[in-house]
């Protein structure tokens, strides 16, 4: 039996299945990593808006339809600064002008101004609606965006890009999935007479799938255990190059589940696959 065994699963059958996992693996951690950065990411912006309100002195008035040129910009941006500089819920003023836009010069539209403002933390519940009313009177063109506006902006990106991270994590999953089955498939064909004779033996097609099993295990553990190490080394010098603010324990979580997956996957479609085929040719 130890000897059809071998025949029927050689050492080398599924080599190529560790290779594949090794790759998979790599981009399933590489698609966490990004996953954590994206939500670490968004919840440093969200702490550094949380005081804070951006009014934008646009180029274009939509209503009067007209374009302003610069110096109209700057008299607008230095009213807005007269009428908040005392304020005693605003902390810091900062005008911020742009620099360069290749499409606003092809166009000769002067660039917008924005000013951003920090608020004093122990402010009143009603700043952010005062201070609005205050900037609309002052200048009526200007656009202003609260916290809570950003929030939402930042959030709805976060989001849209934390699902495609997810996604892609399904999709190496999936396409895992589809080429172990195609392996094992084509493995159980090549071995056909193998396995006729081992059901003539008295195995039967469970003891055929945990053969089958078996094999796959080993390739699918170190296939997942390089991958995990090239994304460990990845990590380490990203961390010399940047300040990583997110628990590094997330991060092995994800791994040691990614890991799992992979062996819960590669376990369970095997066996999917062969019993699924050899009830076939019964």
Same mark, same amino acid.
């Given at each position: 039996?130890?000897?059809?065994?071998?025949?029927?699963?050689?050492?080398?059958?599924?080599?190529?299945?560790?290779?594949?996992?090794?790759?998979?693996?790599?981009?399933?951690?590489?698609?966490?990593?990004?996953?954590?950065?994206?939500?670490?990411?968004?919840?440093?912006?969200?702490?550094?808006?949380?005081?804070?309100?951006?009014?934008?002195?646009?180029?274009?008035?939509?209503?009067?339809?007209?374009?302003?040129?610069?110096?109209?910009?700057?008299?607008?941006?230095?009213?807005? *600064?007269?009428?908040?500089?005392?304020?005693?819920?605003?902390?810091?003023?900062?005008?911020?002008?742009?620099?360069?836009?290749?499409?606003?010069?092809?166009?000769?539209?002067?660039?917008?101004?924005?000013?951003?403002?920090?608020?004093?933390?122990?402010?009143?519940?009603?700043?952010?609606?005062?201070?609005?009313?205050?900037?609309?009177?002052?200048?009526?063109?200007?656009?202003?965006?609260?916290?809570?506006?950003?929030?939402?902006?930042?959030?709805?990106?976060?989001?849209?890009?934390?699902?495609?991270?997810?996604?892609?994590?399904?999709?190496?999953?999936?396409? $895992?999935?589809?080429?172990?089955?195609?392996?094992?498939?084509?493995?159980?064909?090549?071995?056909?007479?193998?396995?006729?004779?081992?059901?003539?033996?008295?195995?039967?097609?469970?003891?055929?799938?945990?053969?089958?099993?078996?094999?796959?295990? *080993?390739?699918?553990?170190?296939? $997942?255990?390089?991958?995990?190490?090239?994304?460990?080394?990845?990590?380490?010098?990203?961390?010399?190059?940047?300040?990583?603010?997110? $628990?590094?324990?997330?991060?092995?979580?994800?791994?040691?589940?990614?890991?799992?997956?992979?062996?819960?996957?590669?376990?369970?479609?095997?066996?999917?696959?062969?019993?699924?085929?050899?009830?076939?040719?019964?």
């Amino acid at each position: 039996m130890a000897h059809l065994s071998k025949q029927l699963l050689p050492s080398s059958t599924f080599q190529h299945i560790g290779v594949m996992v090794f790759f998979m693996s790599f981009v399933a951690c590489l698609c966490a990593l990004g996953f954590l950065f994206v939500k670490d990411i968004t919840g440093k912006w969200i702490i550094d808006i949380e005081h804070s309100l951006t009014i934008e002195i646009p180029s274009y008035s939509i209503e009067e339809e007209k374009i302003f040129d610069a110096n109209h910009i700057s008299k607008l941006s230095e009213k807005i *600064r007269l009428a908040l500089g005392d304020d005693p819920a605003i902390t810091h003023l900062k005008i911020e002008k742009i620099t360069s836009n290749n499409i606003m010069d092809d166009f000769d539209i002067p660039l917008p101004v924005f000013i951003e403002i920090t608020l004093h933390e122990q402010r009143s519940d009603n700043t952010e609606d005062r201070l609005r009313k205050k900037i609309a009177r002052t200048v009526p063109v200007a656009i202003v965006k609260t916290n809570e506006e950003w929030q939402s902006s930042i959030l709805a990106v976060a989001t849209r890009l934390k699902m495609v991270f997810s996604a892609l994590t399904l999709c190496v999953f999936i396409v $895992s999935a589809m080429i172990i089955g195609a392996i094992i498939s084509a493995q159980l064909k090549a071995s056909q007479k193998n396995i006729e004779l081992f059901h003539l033996m008295g195995a039967t097609p469970s003891k055929i799938a945990s053969l089958f099993q078996v094999s796959i295990l *080993r390739p699918v553990l170190w296939g $997942s255990a390089f991958g995990n190490t090239i994304v460990f080394l990845c990590l380490s010098k990203l961390a010399l190059l940047y300040d990583i603010g997110f $628990s590094l324990i997330d991060f092995y979580i994800c791994v040691a589940a990614i890991t799992v997956c992979f062996i819960t996957l590669g376990w369970g479609v095997t066996r999917w696959v062969v019993l699924k085929s050899l009830w076939a040719m019964a």
